[in-house]
């Protein structure tokens, strides 16, 4: 048998209690006599004022808003507040009763304002003729408000007022009355307004034209052609200047000092700048002089150990971001025009005086995140026609050799055999930074960089293309390149 359900009704909440308020008598309160009047009886015990939250006025301030002061003055006041609603109803009600009276549309007090007209509006038109109107009459009737008014905003109020007709005529046609004008041609139409809109967006950004253009000049300077049948590149990125992990760092300049490549490939992403992130940085510990000058020191240990390699800079999302804010002249690069000498993107970076190519490809006429990527994906360089090299992975669709930063993590992507390029493989390359961030899970990322080697010379018949062998040096505390050991010193440590 089910056991049987309890009819035992909930028990009842106990009521609120509803505190008197205190009495006062001979100065005293009733409630805490403790208390003894020092000014006025009303106001003598701060306890009964936290309770009732009392907020009594001084005597300056009841002389300020002139307030009554006596029981007369106070039923005066009342009085004459009385009279003036009887008053105002009295009127109301000989105003419906004249309305009646000569055949006029009667309104009903309590309808919305939007159908209430104005007394003293020239026209009112009947409700049975407001029934007959149609789309285009409500159209012509506020082209002609707005016609004989030129220097005046046609508002909802006002054409509710004067026009003669209730909101409920035109609004079943048009919905709201910014429609309503729009449908008047009174006001741009949306079309016309989001062409308007669109043309500002662009026209904001207009003034990037001019470093656009120095930028794109970048990438056909400094370049360094050999005709070695063996080409080396070493790739590396993902620097972030000064999270940039010592040990790295010290692996990647005895490699290339010890390989000497042709060209030395920087992914980008050598800047980090927080400065002019997304992520909040105190303004007060700031230092963009300090990491471009990181930078520039970056530059100068590369060409001291390759003189002769050709050194390619591909932009970056942060790099491109810094060229933006160089545009705008934000806050954060006053400093750099004080310290540094000049805005030009040539010489901030030093590309002349360490013969830098700078690819940078993309437009800075960027507006949405997704817009930044685009253009950032177009800063790439294909070499001999069979190798790739950029910042974002977004040509690893390319079926070719290739390789890319940004994402701070080793991926083959992707691979694959054709008949031109042969057994081919897409390497996201591990960064140069420390492992380590405040906005995101840094230990996900790995570190390390990339040896390219291509022959040029095509020893079948049936070759297409040169050959391309890819070698990725994975650094951790211990890294094995070309045969020589590397191991982490103490004064490297970083955290993990």
Same mark, same amino acid.
């Given at each position: 048998?089910?056991?049987?359900?309890?009819?035992?009704?909930?028990?009842?909440?106990?009521?609120?209690?509803?505190?008197?308020?205190?009495?006062?008598?001979?100065?005293?309160?009733?409630?805490?006599?403790?208390?003894?009047?020092?000014?006025?009886?009303?106001?003598?015990?701060?306890?009964?004022?936290?309770?009732?939250?009392?907020?009594?006025?001084?005597?300056?301030?009841?002389?300020?808003?002139?307030?009554?002061?006596?029981?007369?003055?106070?039923?005066?006041?009342?009085?004459?507040?009385?009279?003036?609603?009887?008053?105002?109803?009295?009127?109301?009600?000989?105003?419906?009763?004249?309305?009646?009276?000569?055949?006029?549309?009667?309104?009903?007090?309590?309808?919305?304002?939007?159908?209430?007209?104005?007394?003293?509006?020239?026209?009112?038109?009947?409700?049975?003729?407001?029934?007959?109107?149609?789309?285009?009459?409500?159209?012509? #009737? *506020?082209? =002609?408000?707005?016609?004989?008014? %030129?220097?005046?905003?046609?508002?909802? !109020?006002?054409? $509710?007022? +004067?026009?003669?007709?209730?909101?409920?005529?035109?609004?079943?046609?048009?919905?709201?009355?910014?429609?309503?004008?729009?449908?008047?041609?009174?006001?741009?139409?949306?079309?016309?307004?989001?062409?308007?809109?669109?043309?500002?967006?662009?026209?904001?950004?207009?003034?990037?034209?001019?470093?656009?253009?120095?930028?794109?000049?970048?990438?056909?300077?400094?370049?360094?052609?050999?005709?070695?049948?063996?080409?080396?590149?070493?790739?590396?990125?993902?620097?972030?200047?000064?999270?940039?992990?010592?040990?790295?760092?010290?692996?990647?300049?005895?490699?290339?000092?010890?390989?000497?490549?042709?060209?030395? #490939? *920087?992914? =980008?992403?050598?800047?980090?700048? %927080?400065?002019?992130?997304?992520?909040? !940085?105190?303004? $007060?510990? +700031?230092?963009?002089?300090?990491?471009?000058?990181?930078?520039?020191?970056?530059?100068?240990?590369?060409?001291?150990?390759?003189?002769?390699?050709?050194?390619?800079?591909?932009?970056?999302?942060?790099?491109?971001?810094?060229?933006?804010?160089?545009?705008?002249?934000?806050?954060?690069?006053?400093?750099?025009?004080?310290?540094?000498?000049?805005?030009?993107?040539?010489?901030?970076?030093?590309?002349?005086?360490?013969?830098?190519?700078?690819?940078?490809?993309?437009?800075?006429?960027?507006?949405?995140?997704?817009?930044?990527?685009?253009?950032?994906?177009?800063?790439?360089?294909?070499?001999?026609?069979?190798?790739?090299?950029?910042?974002?992975?977004?040509?690893?669709?390319?079926?070719?050799?290739?390789?890319?930063?940004?994402?701070?993590?080793?991926?083959?992507?992707?691979?694959?055999?054709?008949?031109?390029?042969?057994?081919?493989?897409?390497?996201?390359?591990?960064?140069?930074?420390?492992?380590?961030?405040?906005?995101?899970?840094?230990?996900?990322?790995?570190?390390?960089?990339?040896?390219?080697?291509?022959?040029?010379?095509?020893?079948?018949?049936?070759?297409?293309?040169?050959?391309?062998?890819?070698?990725?040096?994975?650094?951790?505390?211990?890294?094995?390149?070309?045969?020589?050991?590397?191991?982490?010193?103490?004064?490297?440590?970083?955290p993990r």
């Open positions: 048998m089910r056991p049987r359900k309890s009819k035992r009704k909930p028990a009842r909440k106990p009521a609120k209690r509803i505190a008197k308020k205190p009495v006062l008598k001979d100065g005293k309160c009733s409630s805490h006599p403790k208390y003894a009047a020092k000014r006025a009886p009303t106001s003598d015990c701060p306890v009964c004022l936290k309770v009732w939250r009392l907020k009594l006025p001084s005597e300056s301030d009841l002389k300020k808003l002139k307030l009554p002061k006596s029981e007369e003055e106070i039923g005066a006041q009342n009085s004459t507040v009385r009279e003036l609603i009887r008053g105002y109803r009295r009127g109301l009600q000989e105003k419906l009763r004249d309305a009646a009276r000569t055949g006029q549309d009667v309104f009903d007090p309590k309808s919305p304002l939007s159908e209430v007209l104005k007394p003293e509006g020239k026209v009112r038109v009947e409700t049975a003729v407001q029934q007959q109107f149609k789309k285009q009459d409500c159209i012509d #009737l *506020l082209r =002609g408000m707005a016609a004989t008014n %030129p220097n005046k905003v046609i508002t909802r !109020n006002h054409f $509710r007022n +004067w026009s003669g007709i209730n909101e409920s005529t035109w609004n079943q046609f048009c919905g709201t009355f910014h429609e309503f004008k729009r449908q008047a041609k009174v006001v741009l139409s949306r079309q016309q307004h989001w062409l308007e809109r669109n043309i500002a967006q662009h026209a904001s950004q207009d003034h990037y034209q001019d470093l656009d253009e120095q930028r794109w000049s970048y990438g056909e300077k400094y370049t360094r052609p050999n005709n070695r049948r063996i080409q080396t590149y070493v790739c590396a990125t993902d620097f972030h200047d000064f999270h940039c992990d010592p040990f790295c760092y010290r692996v990647f300049l005895n490699h290339i000092c010890r390989v000497q490549p042709d060209k030395i #490939l *920087l992914l =980008g992403d050598v800047f980090d700048l %927080p400065e002019f992130g997304k992520y909040s !940085n105190d303004p $007060r510990v +700031w230092d963009v002089v300090g990491r471009i000058k990181w930078v520039h020191k970056l530059l100068e240990d590369i060409r001291e150990e390759c003189p002769d390699a050709e050194l390619i800079f591909f932009e970056g999302n942060h790099e491109f971001r810094l060229a933006r804010h160089m545009c705008d002249g934000t806050q954060a690069l006053k400093v750099v025009l004080n310290e540094l000498h000049g805005m030009d993107l040539e010489h901030l970076f030093m590309l002349d005086k360490y013969e830098v190519r700078y690819i940078a490809k993309g437009t800075l006429k960027a507006f949405t995140k997704k817009d930044i990527q685009t253009e950032v994906s177009k800063n790439f360089e294909v070499f001999h026609s069979c190798f790739i090299a950029g910042h974002f992975p977004e040509f690893k669709k390319q079926a070719m050799w290739g390789v890319s930063g940004h994402h701070h993590k080793h991926e083959i992507l992707s691979s694959g055999e054709n008949s031109f390029y042969g057994y081919w493989e897409f390497h996201q390359l591990g960064a140069m930074c420390v492992r380590d961030a405040t906005y995101t899970n840094g230990k996900c990322w790995s570190n390390g960089f990339a040896t390219v080697t291509i022959d040029l010379e095509q020893t079948d018949e049936t070759q297409l293309c040169p050959q391309v062998a890819l070698e990725y040096h994975s650094i951790k505390d211990f890294a094995c390149l070309a045969g020589e050991y590397y191991f982490r010193r103490p004064d490297e440590a970083v």
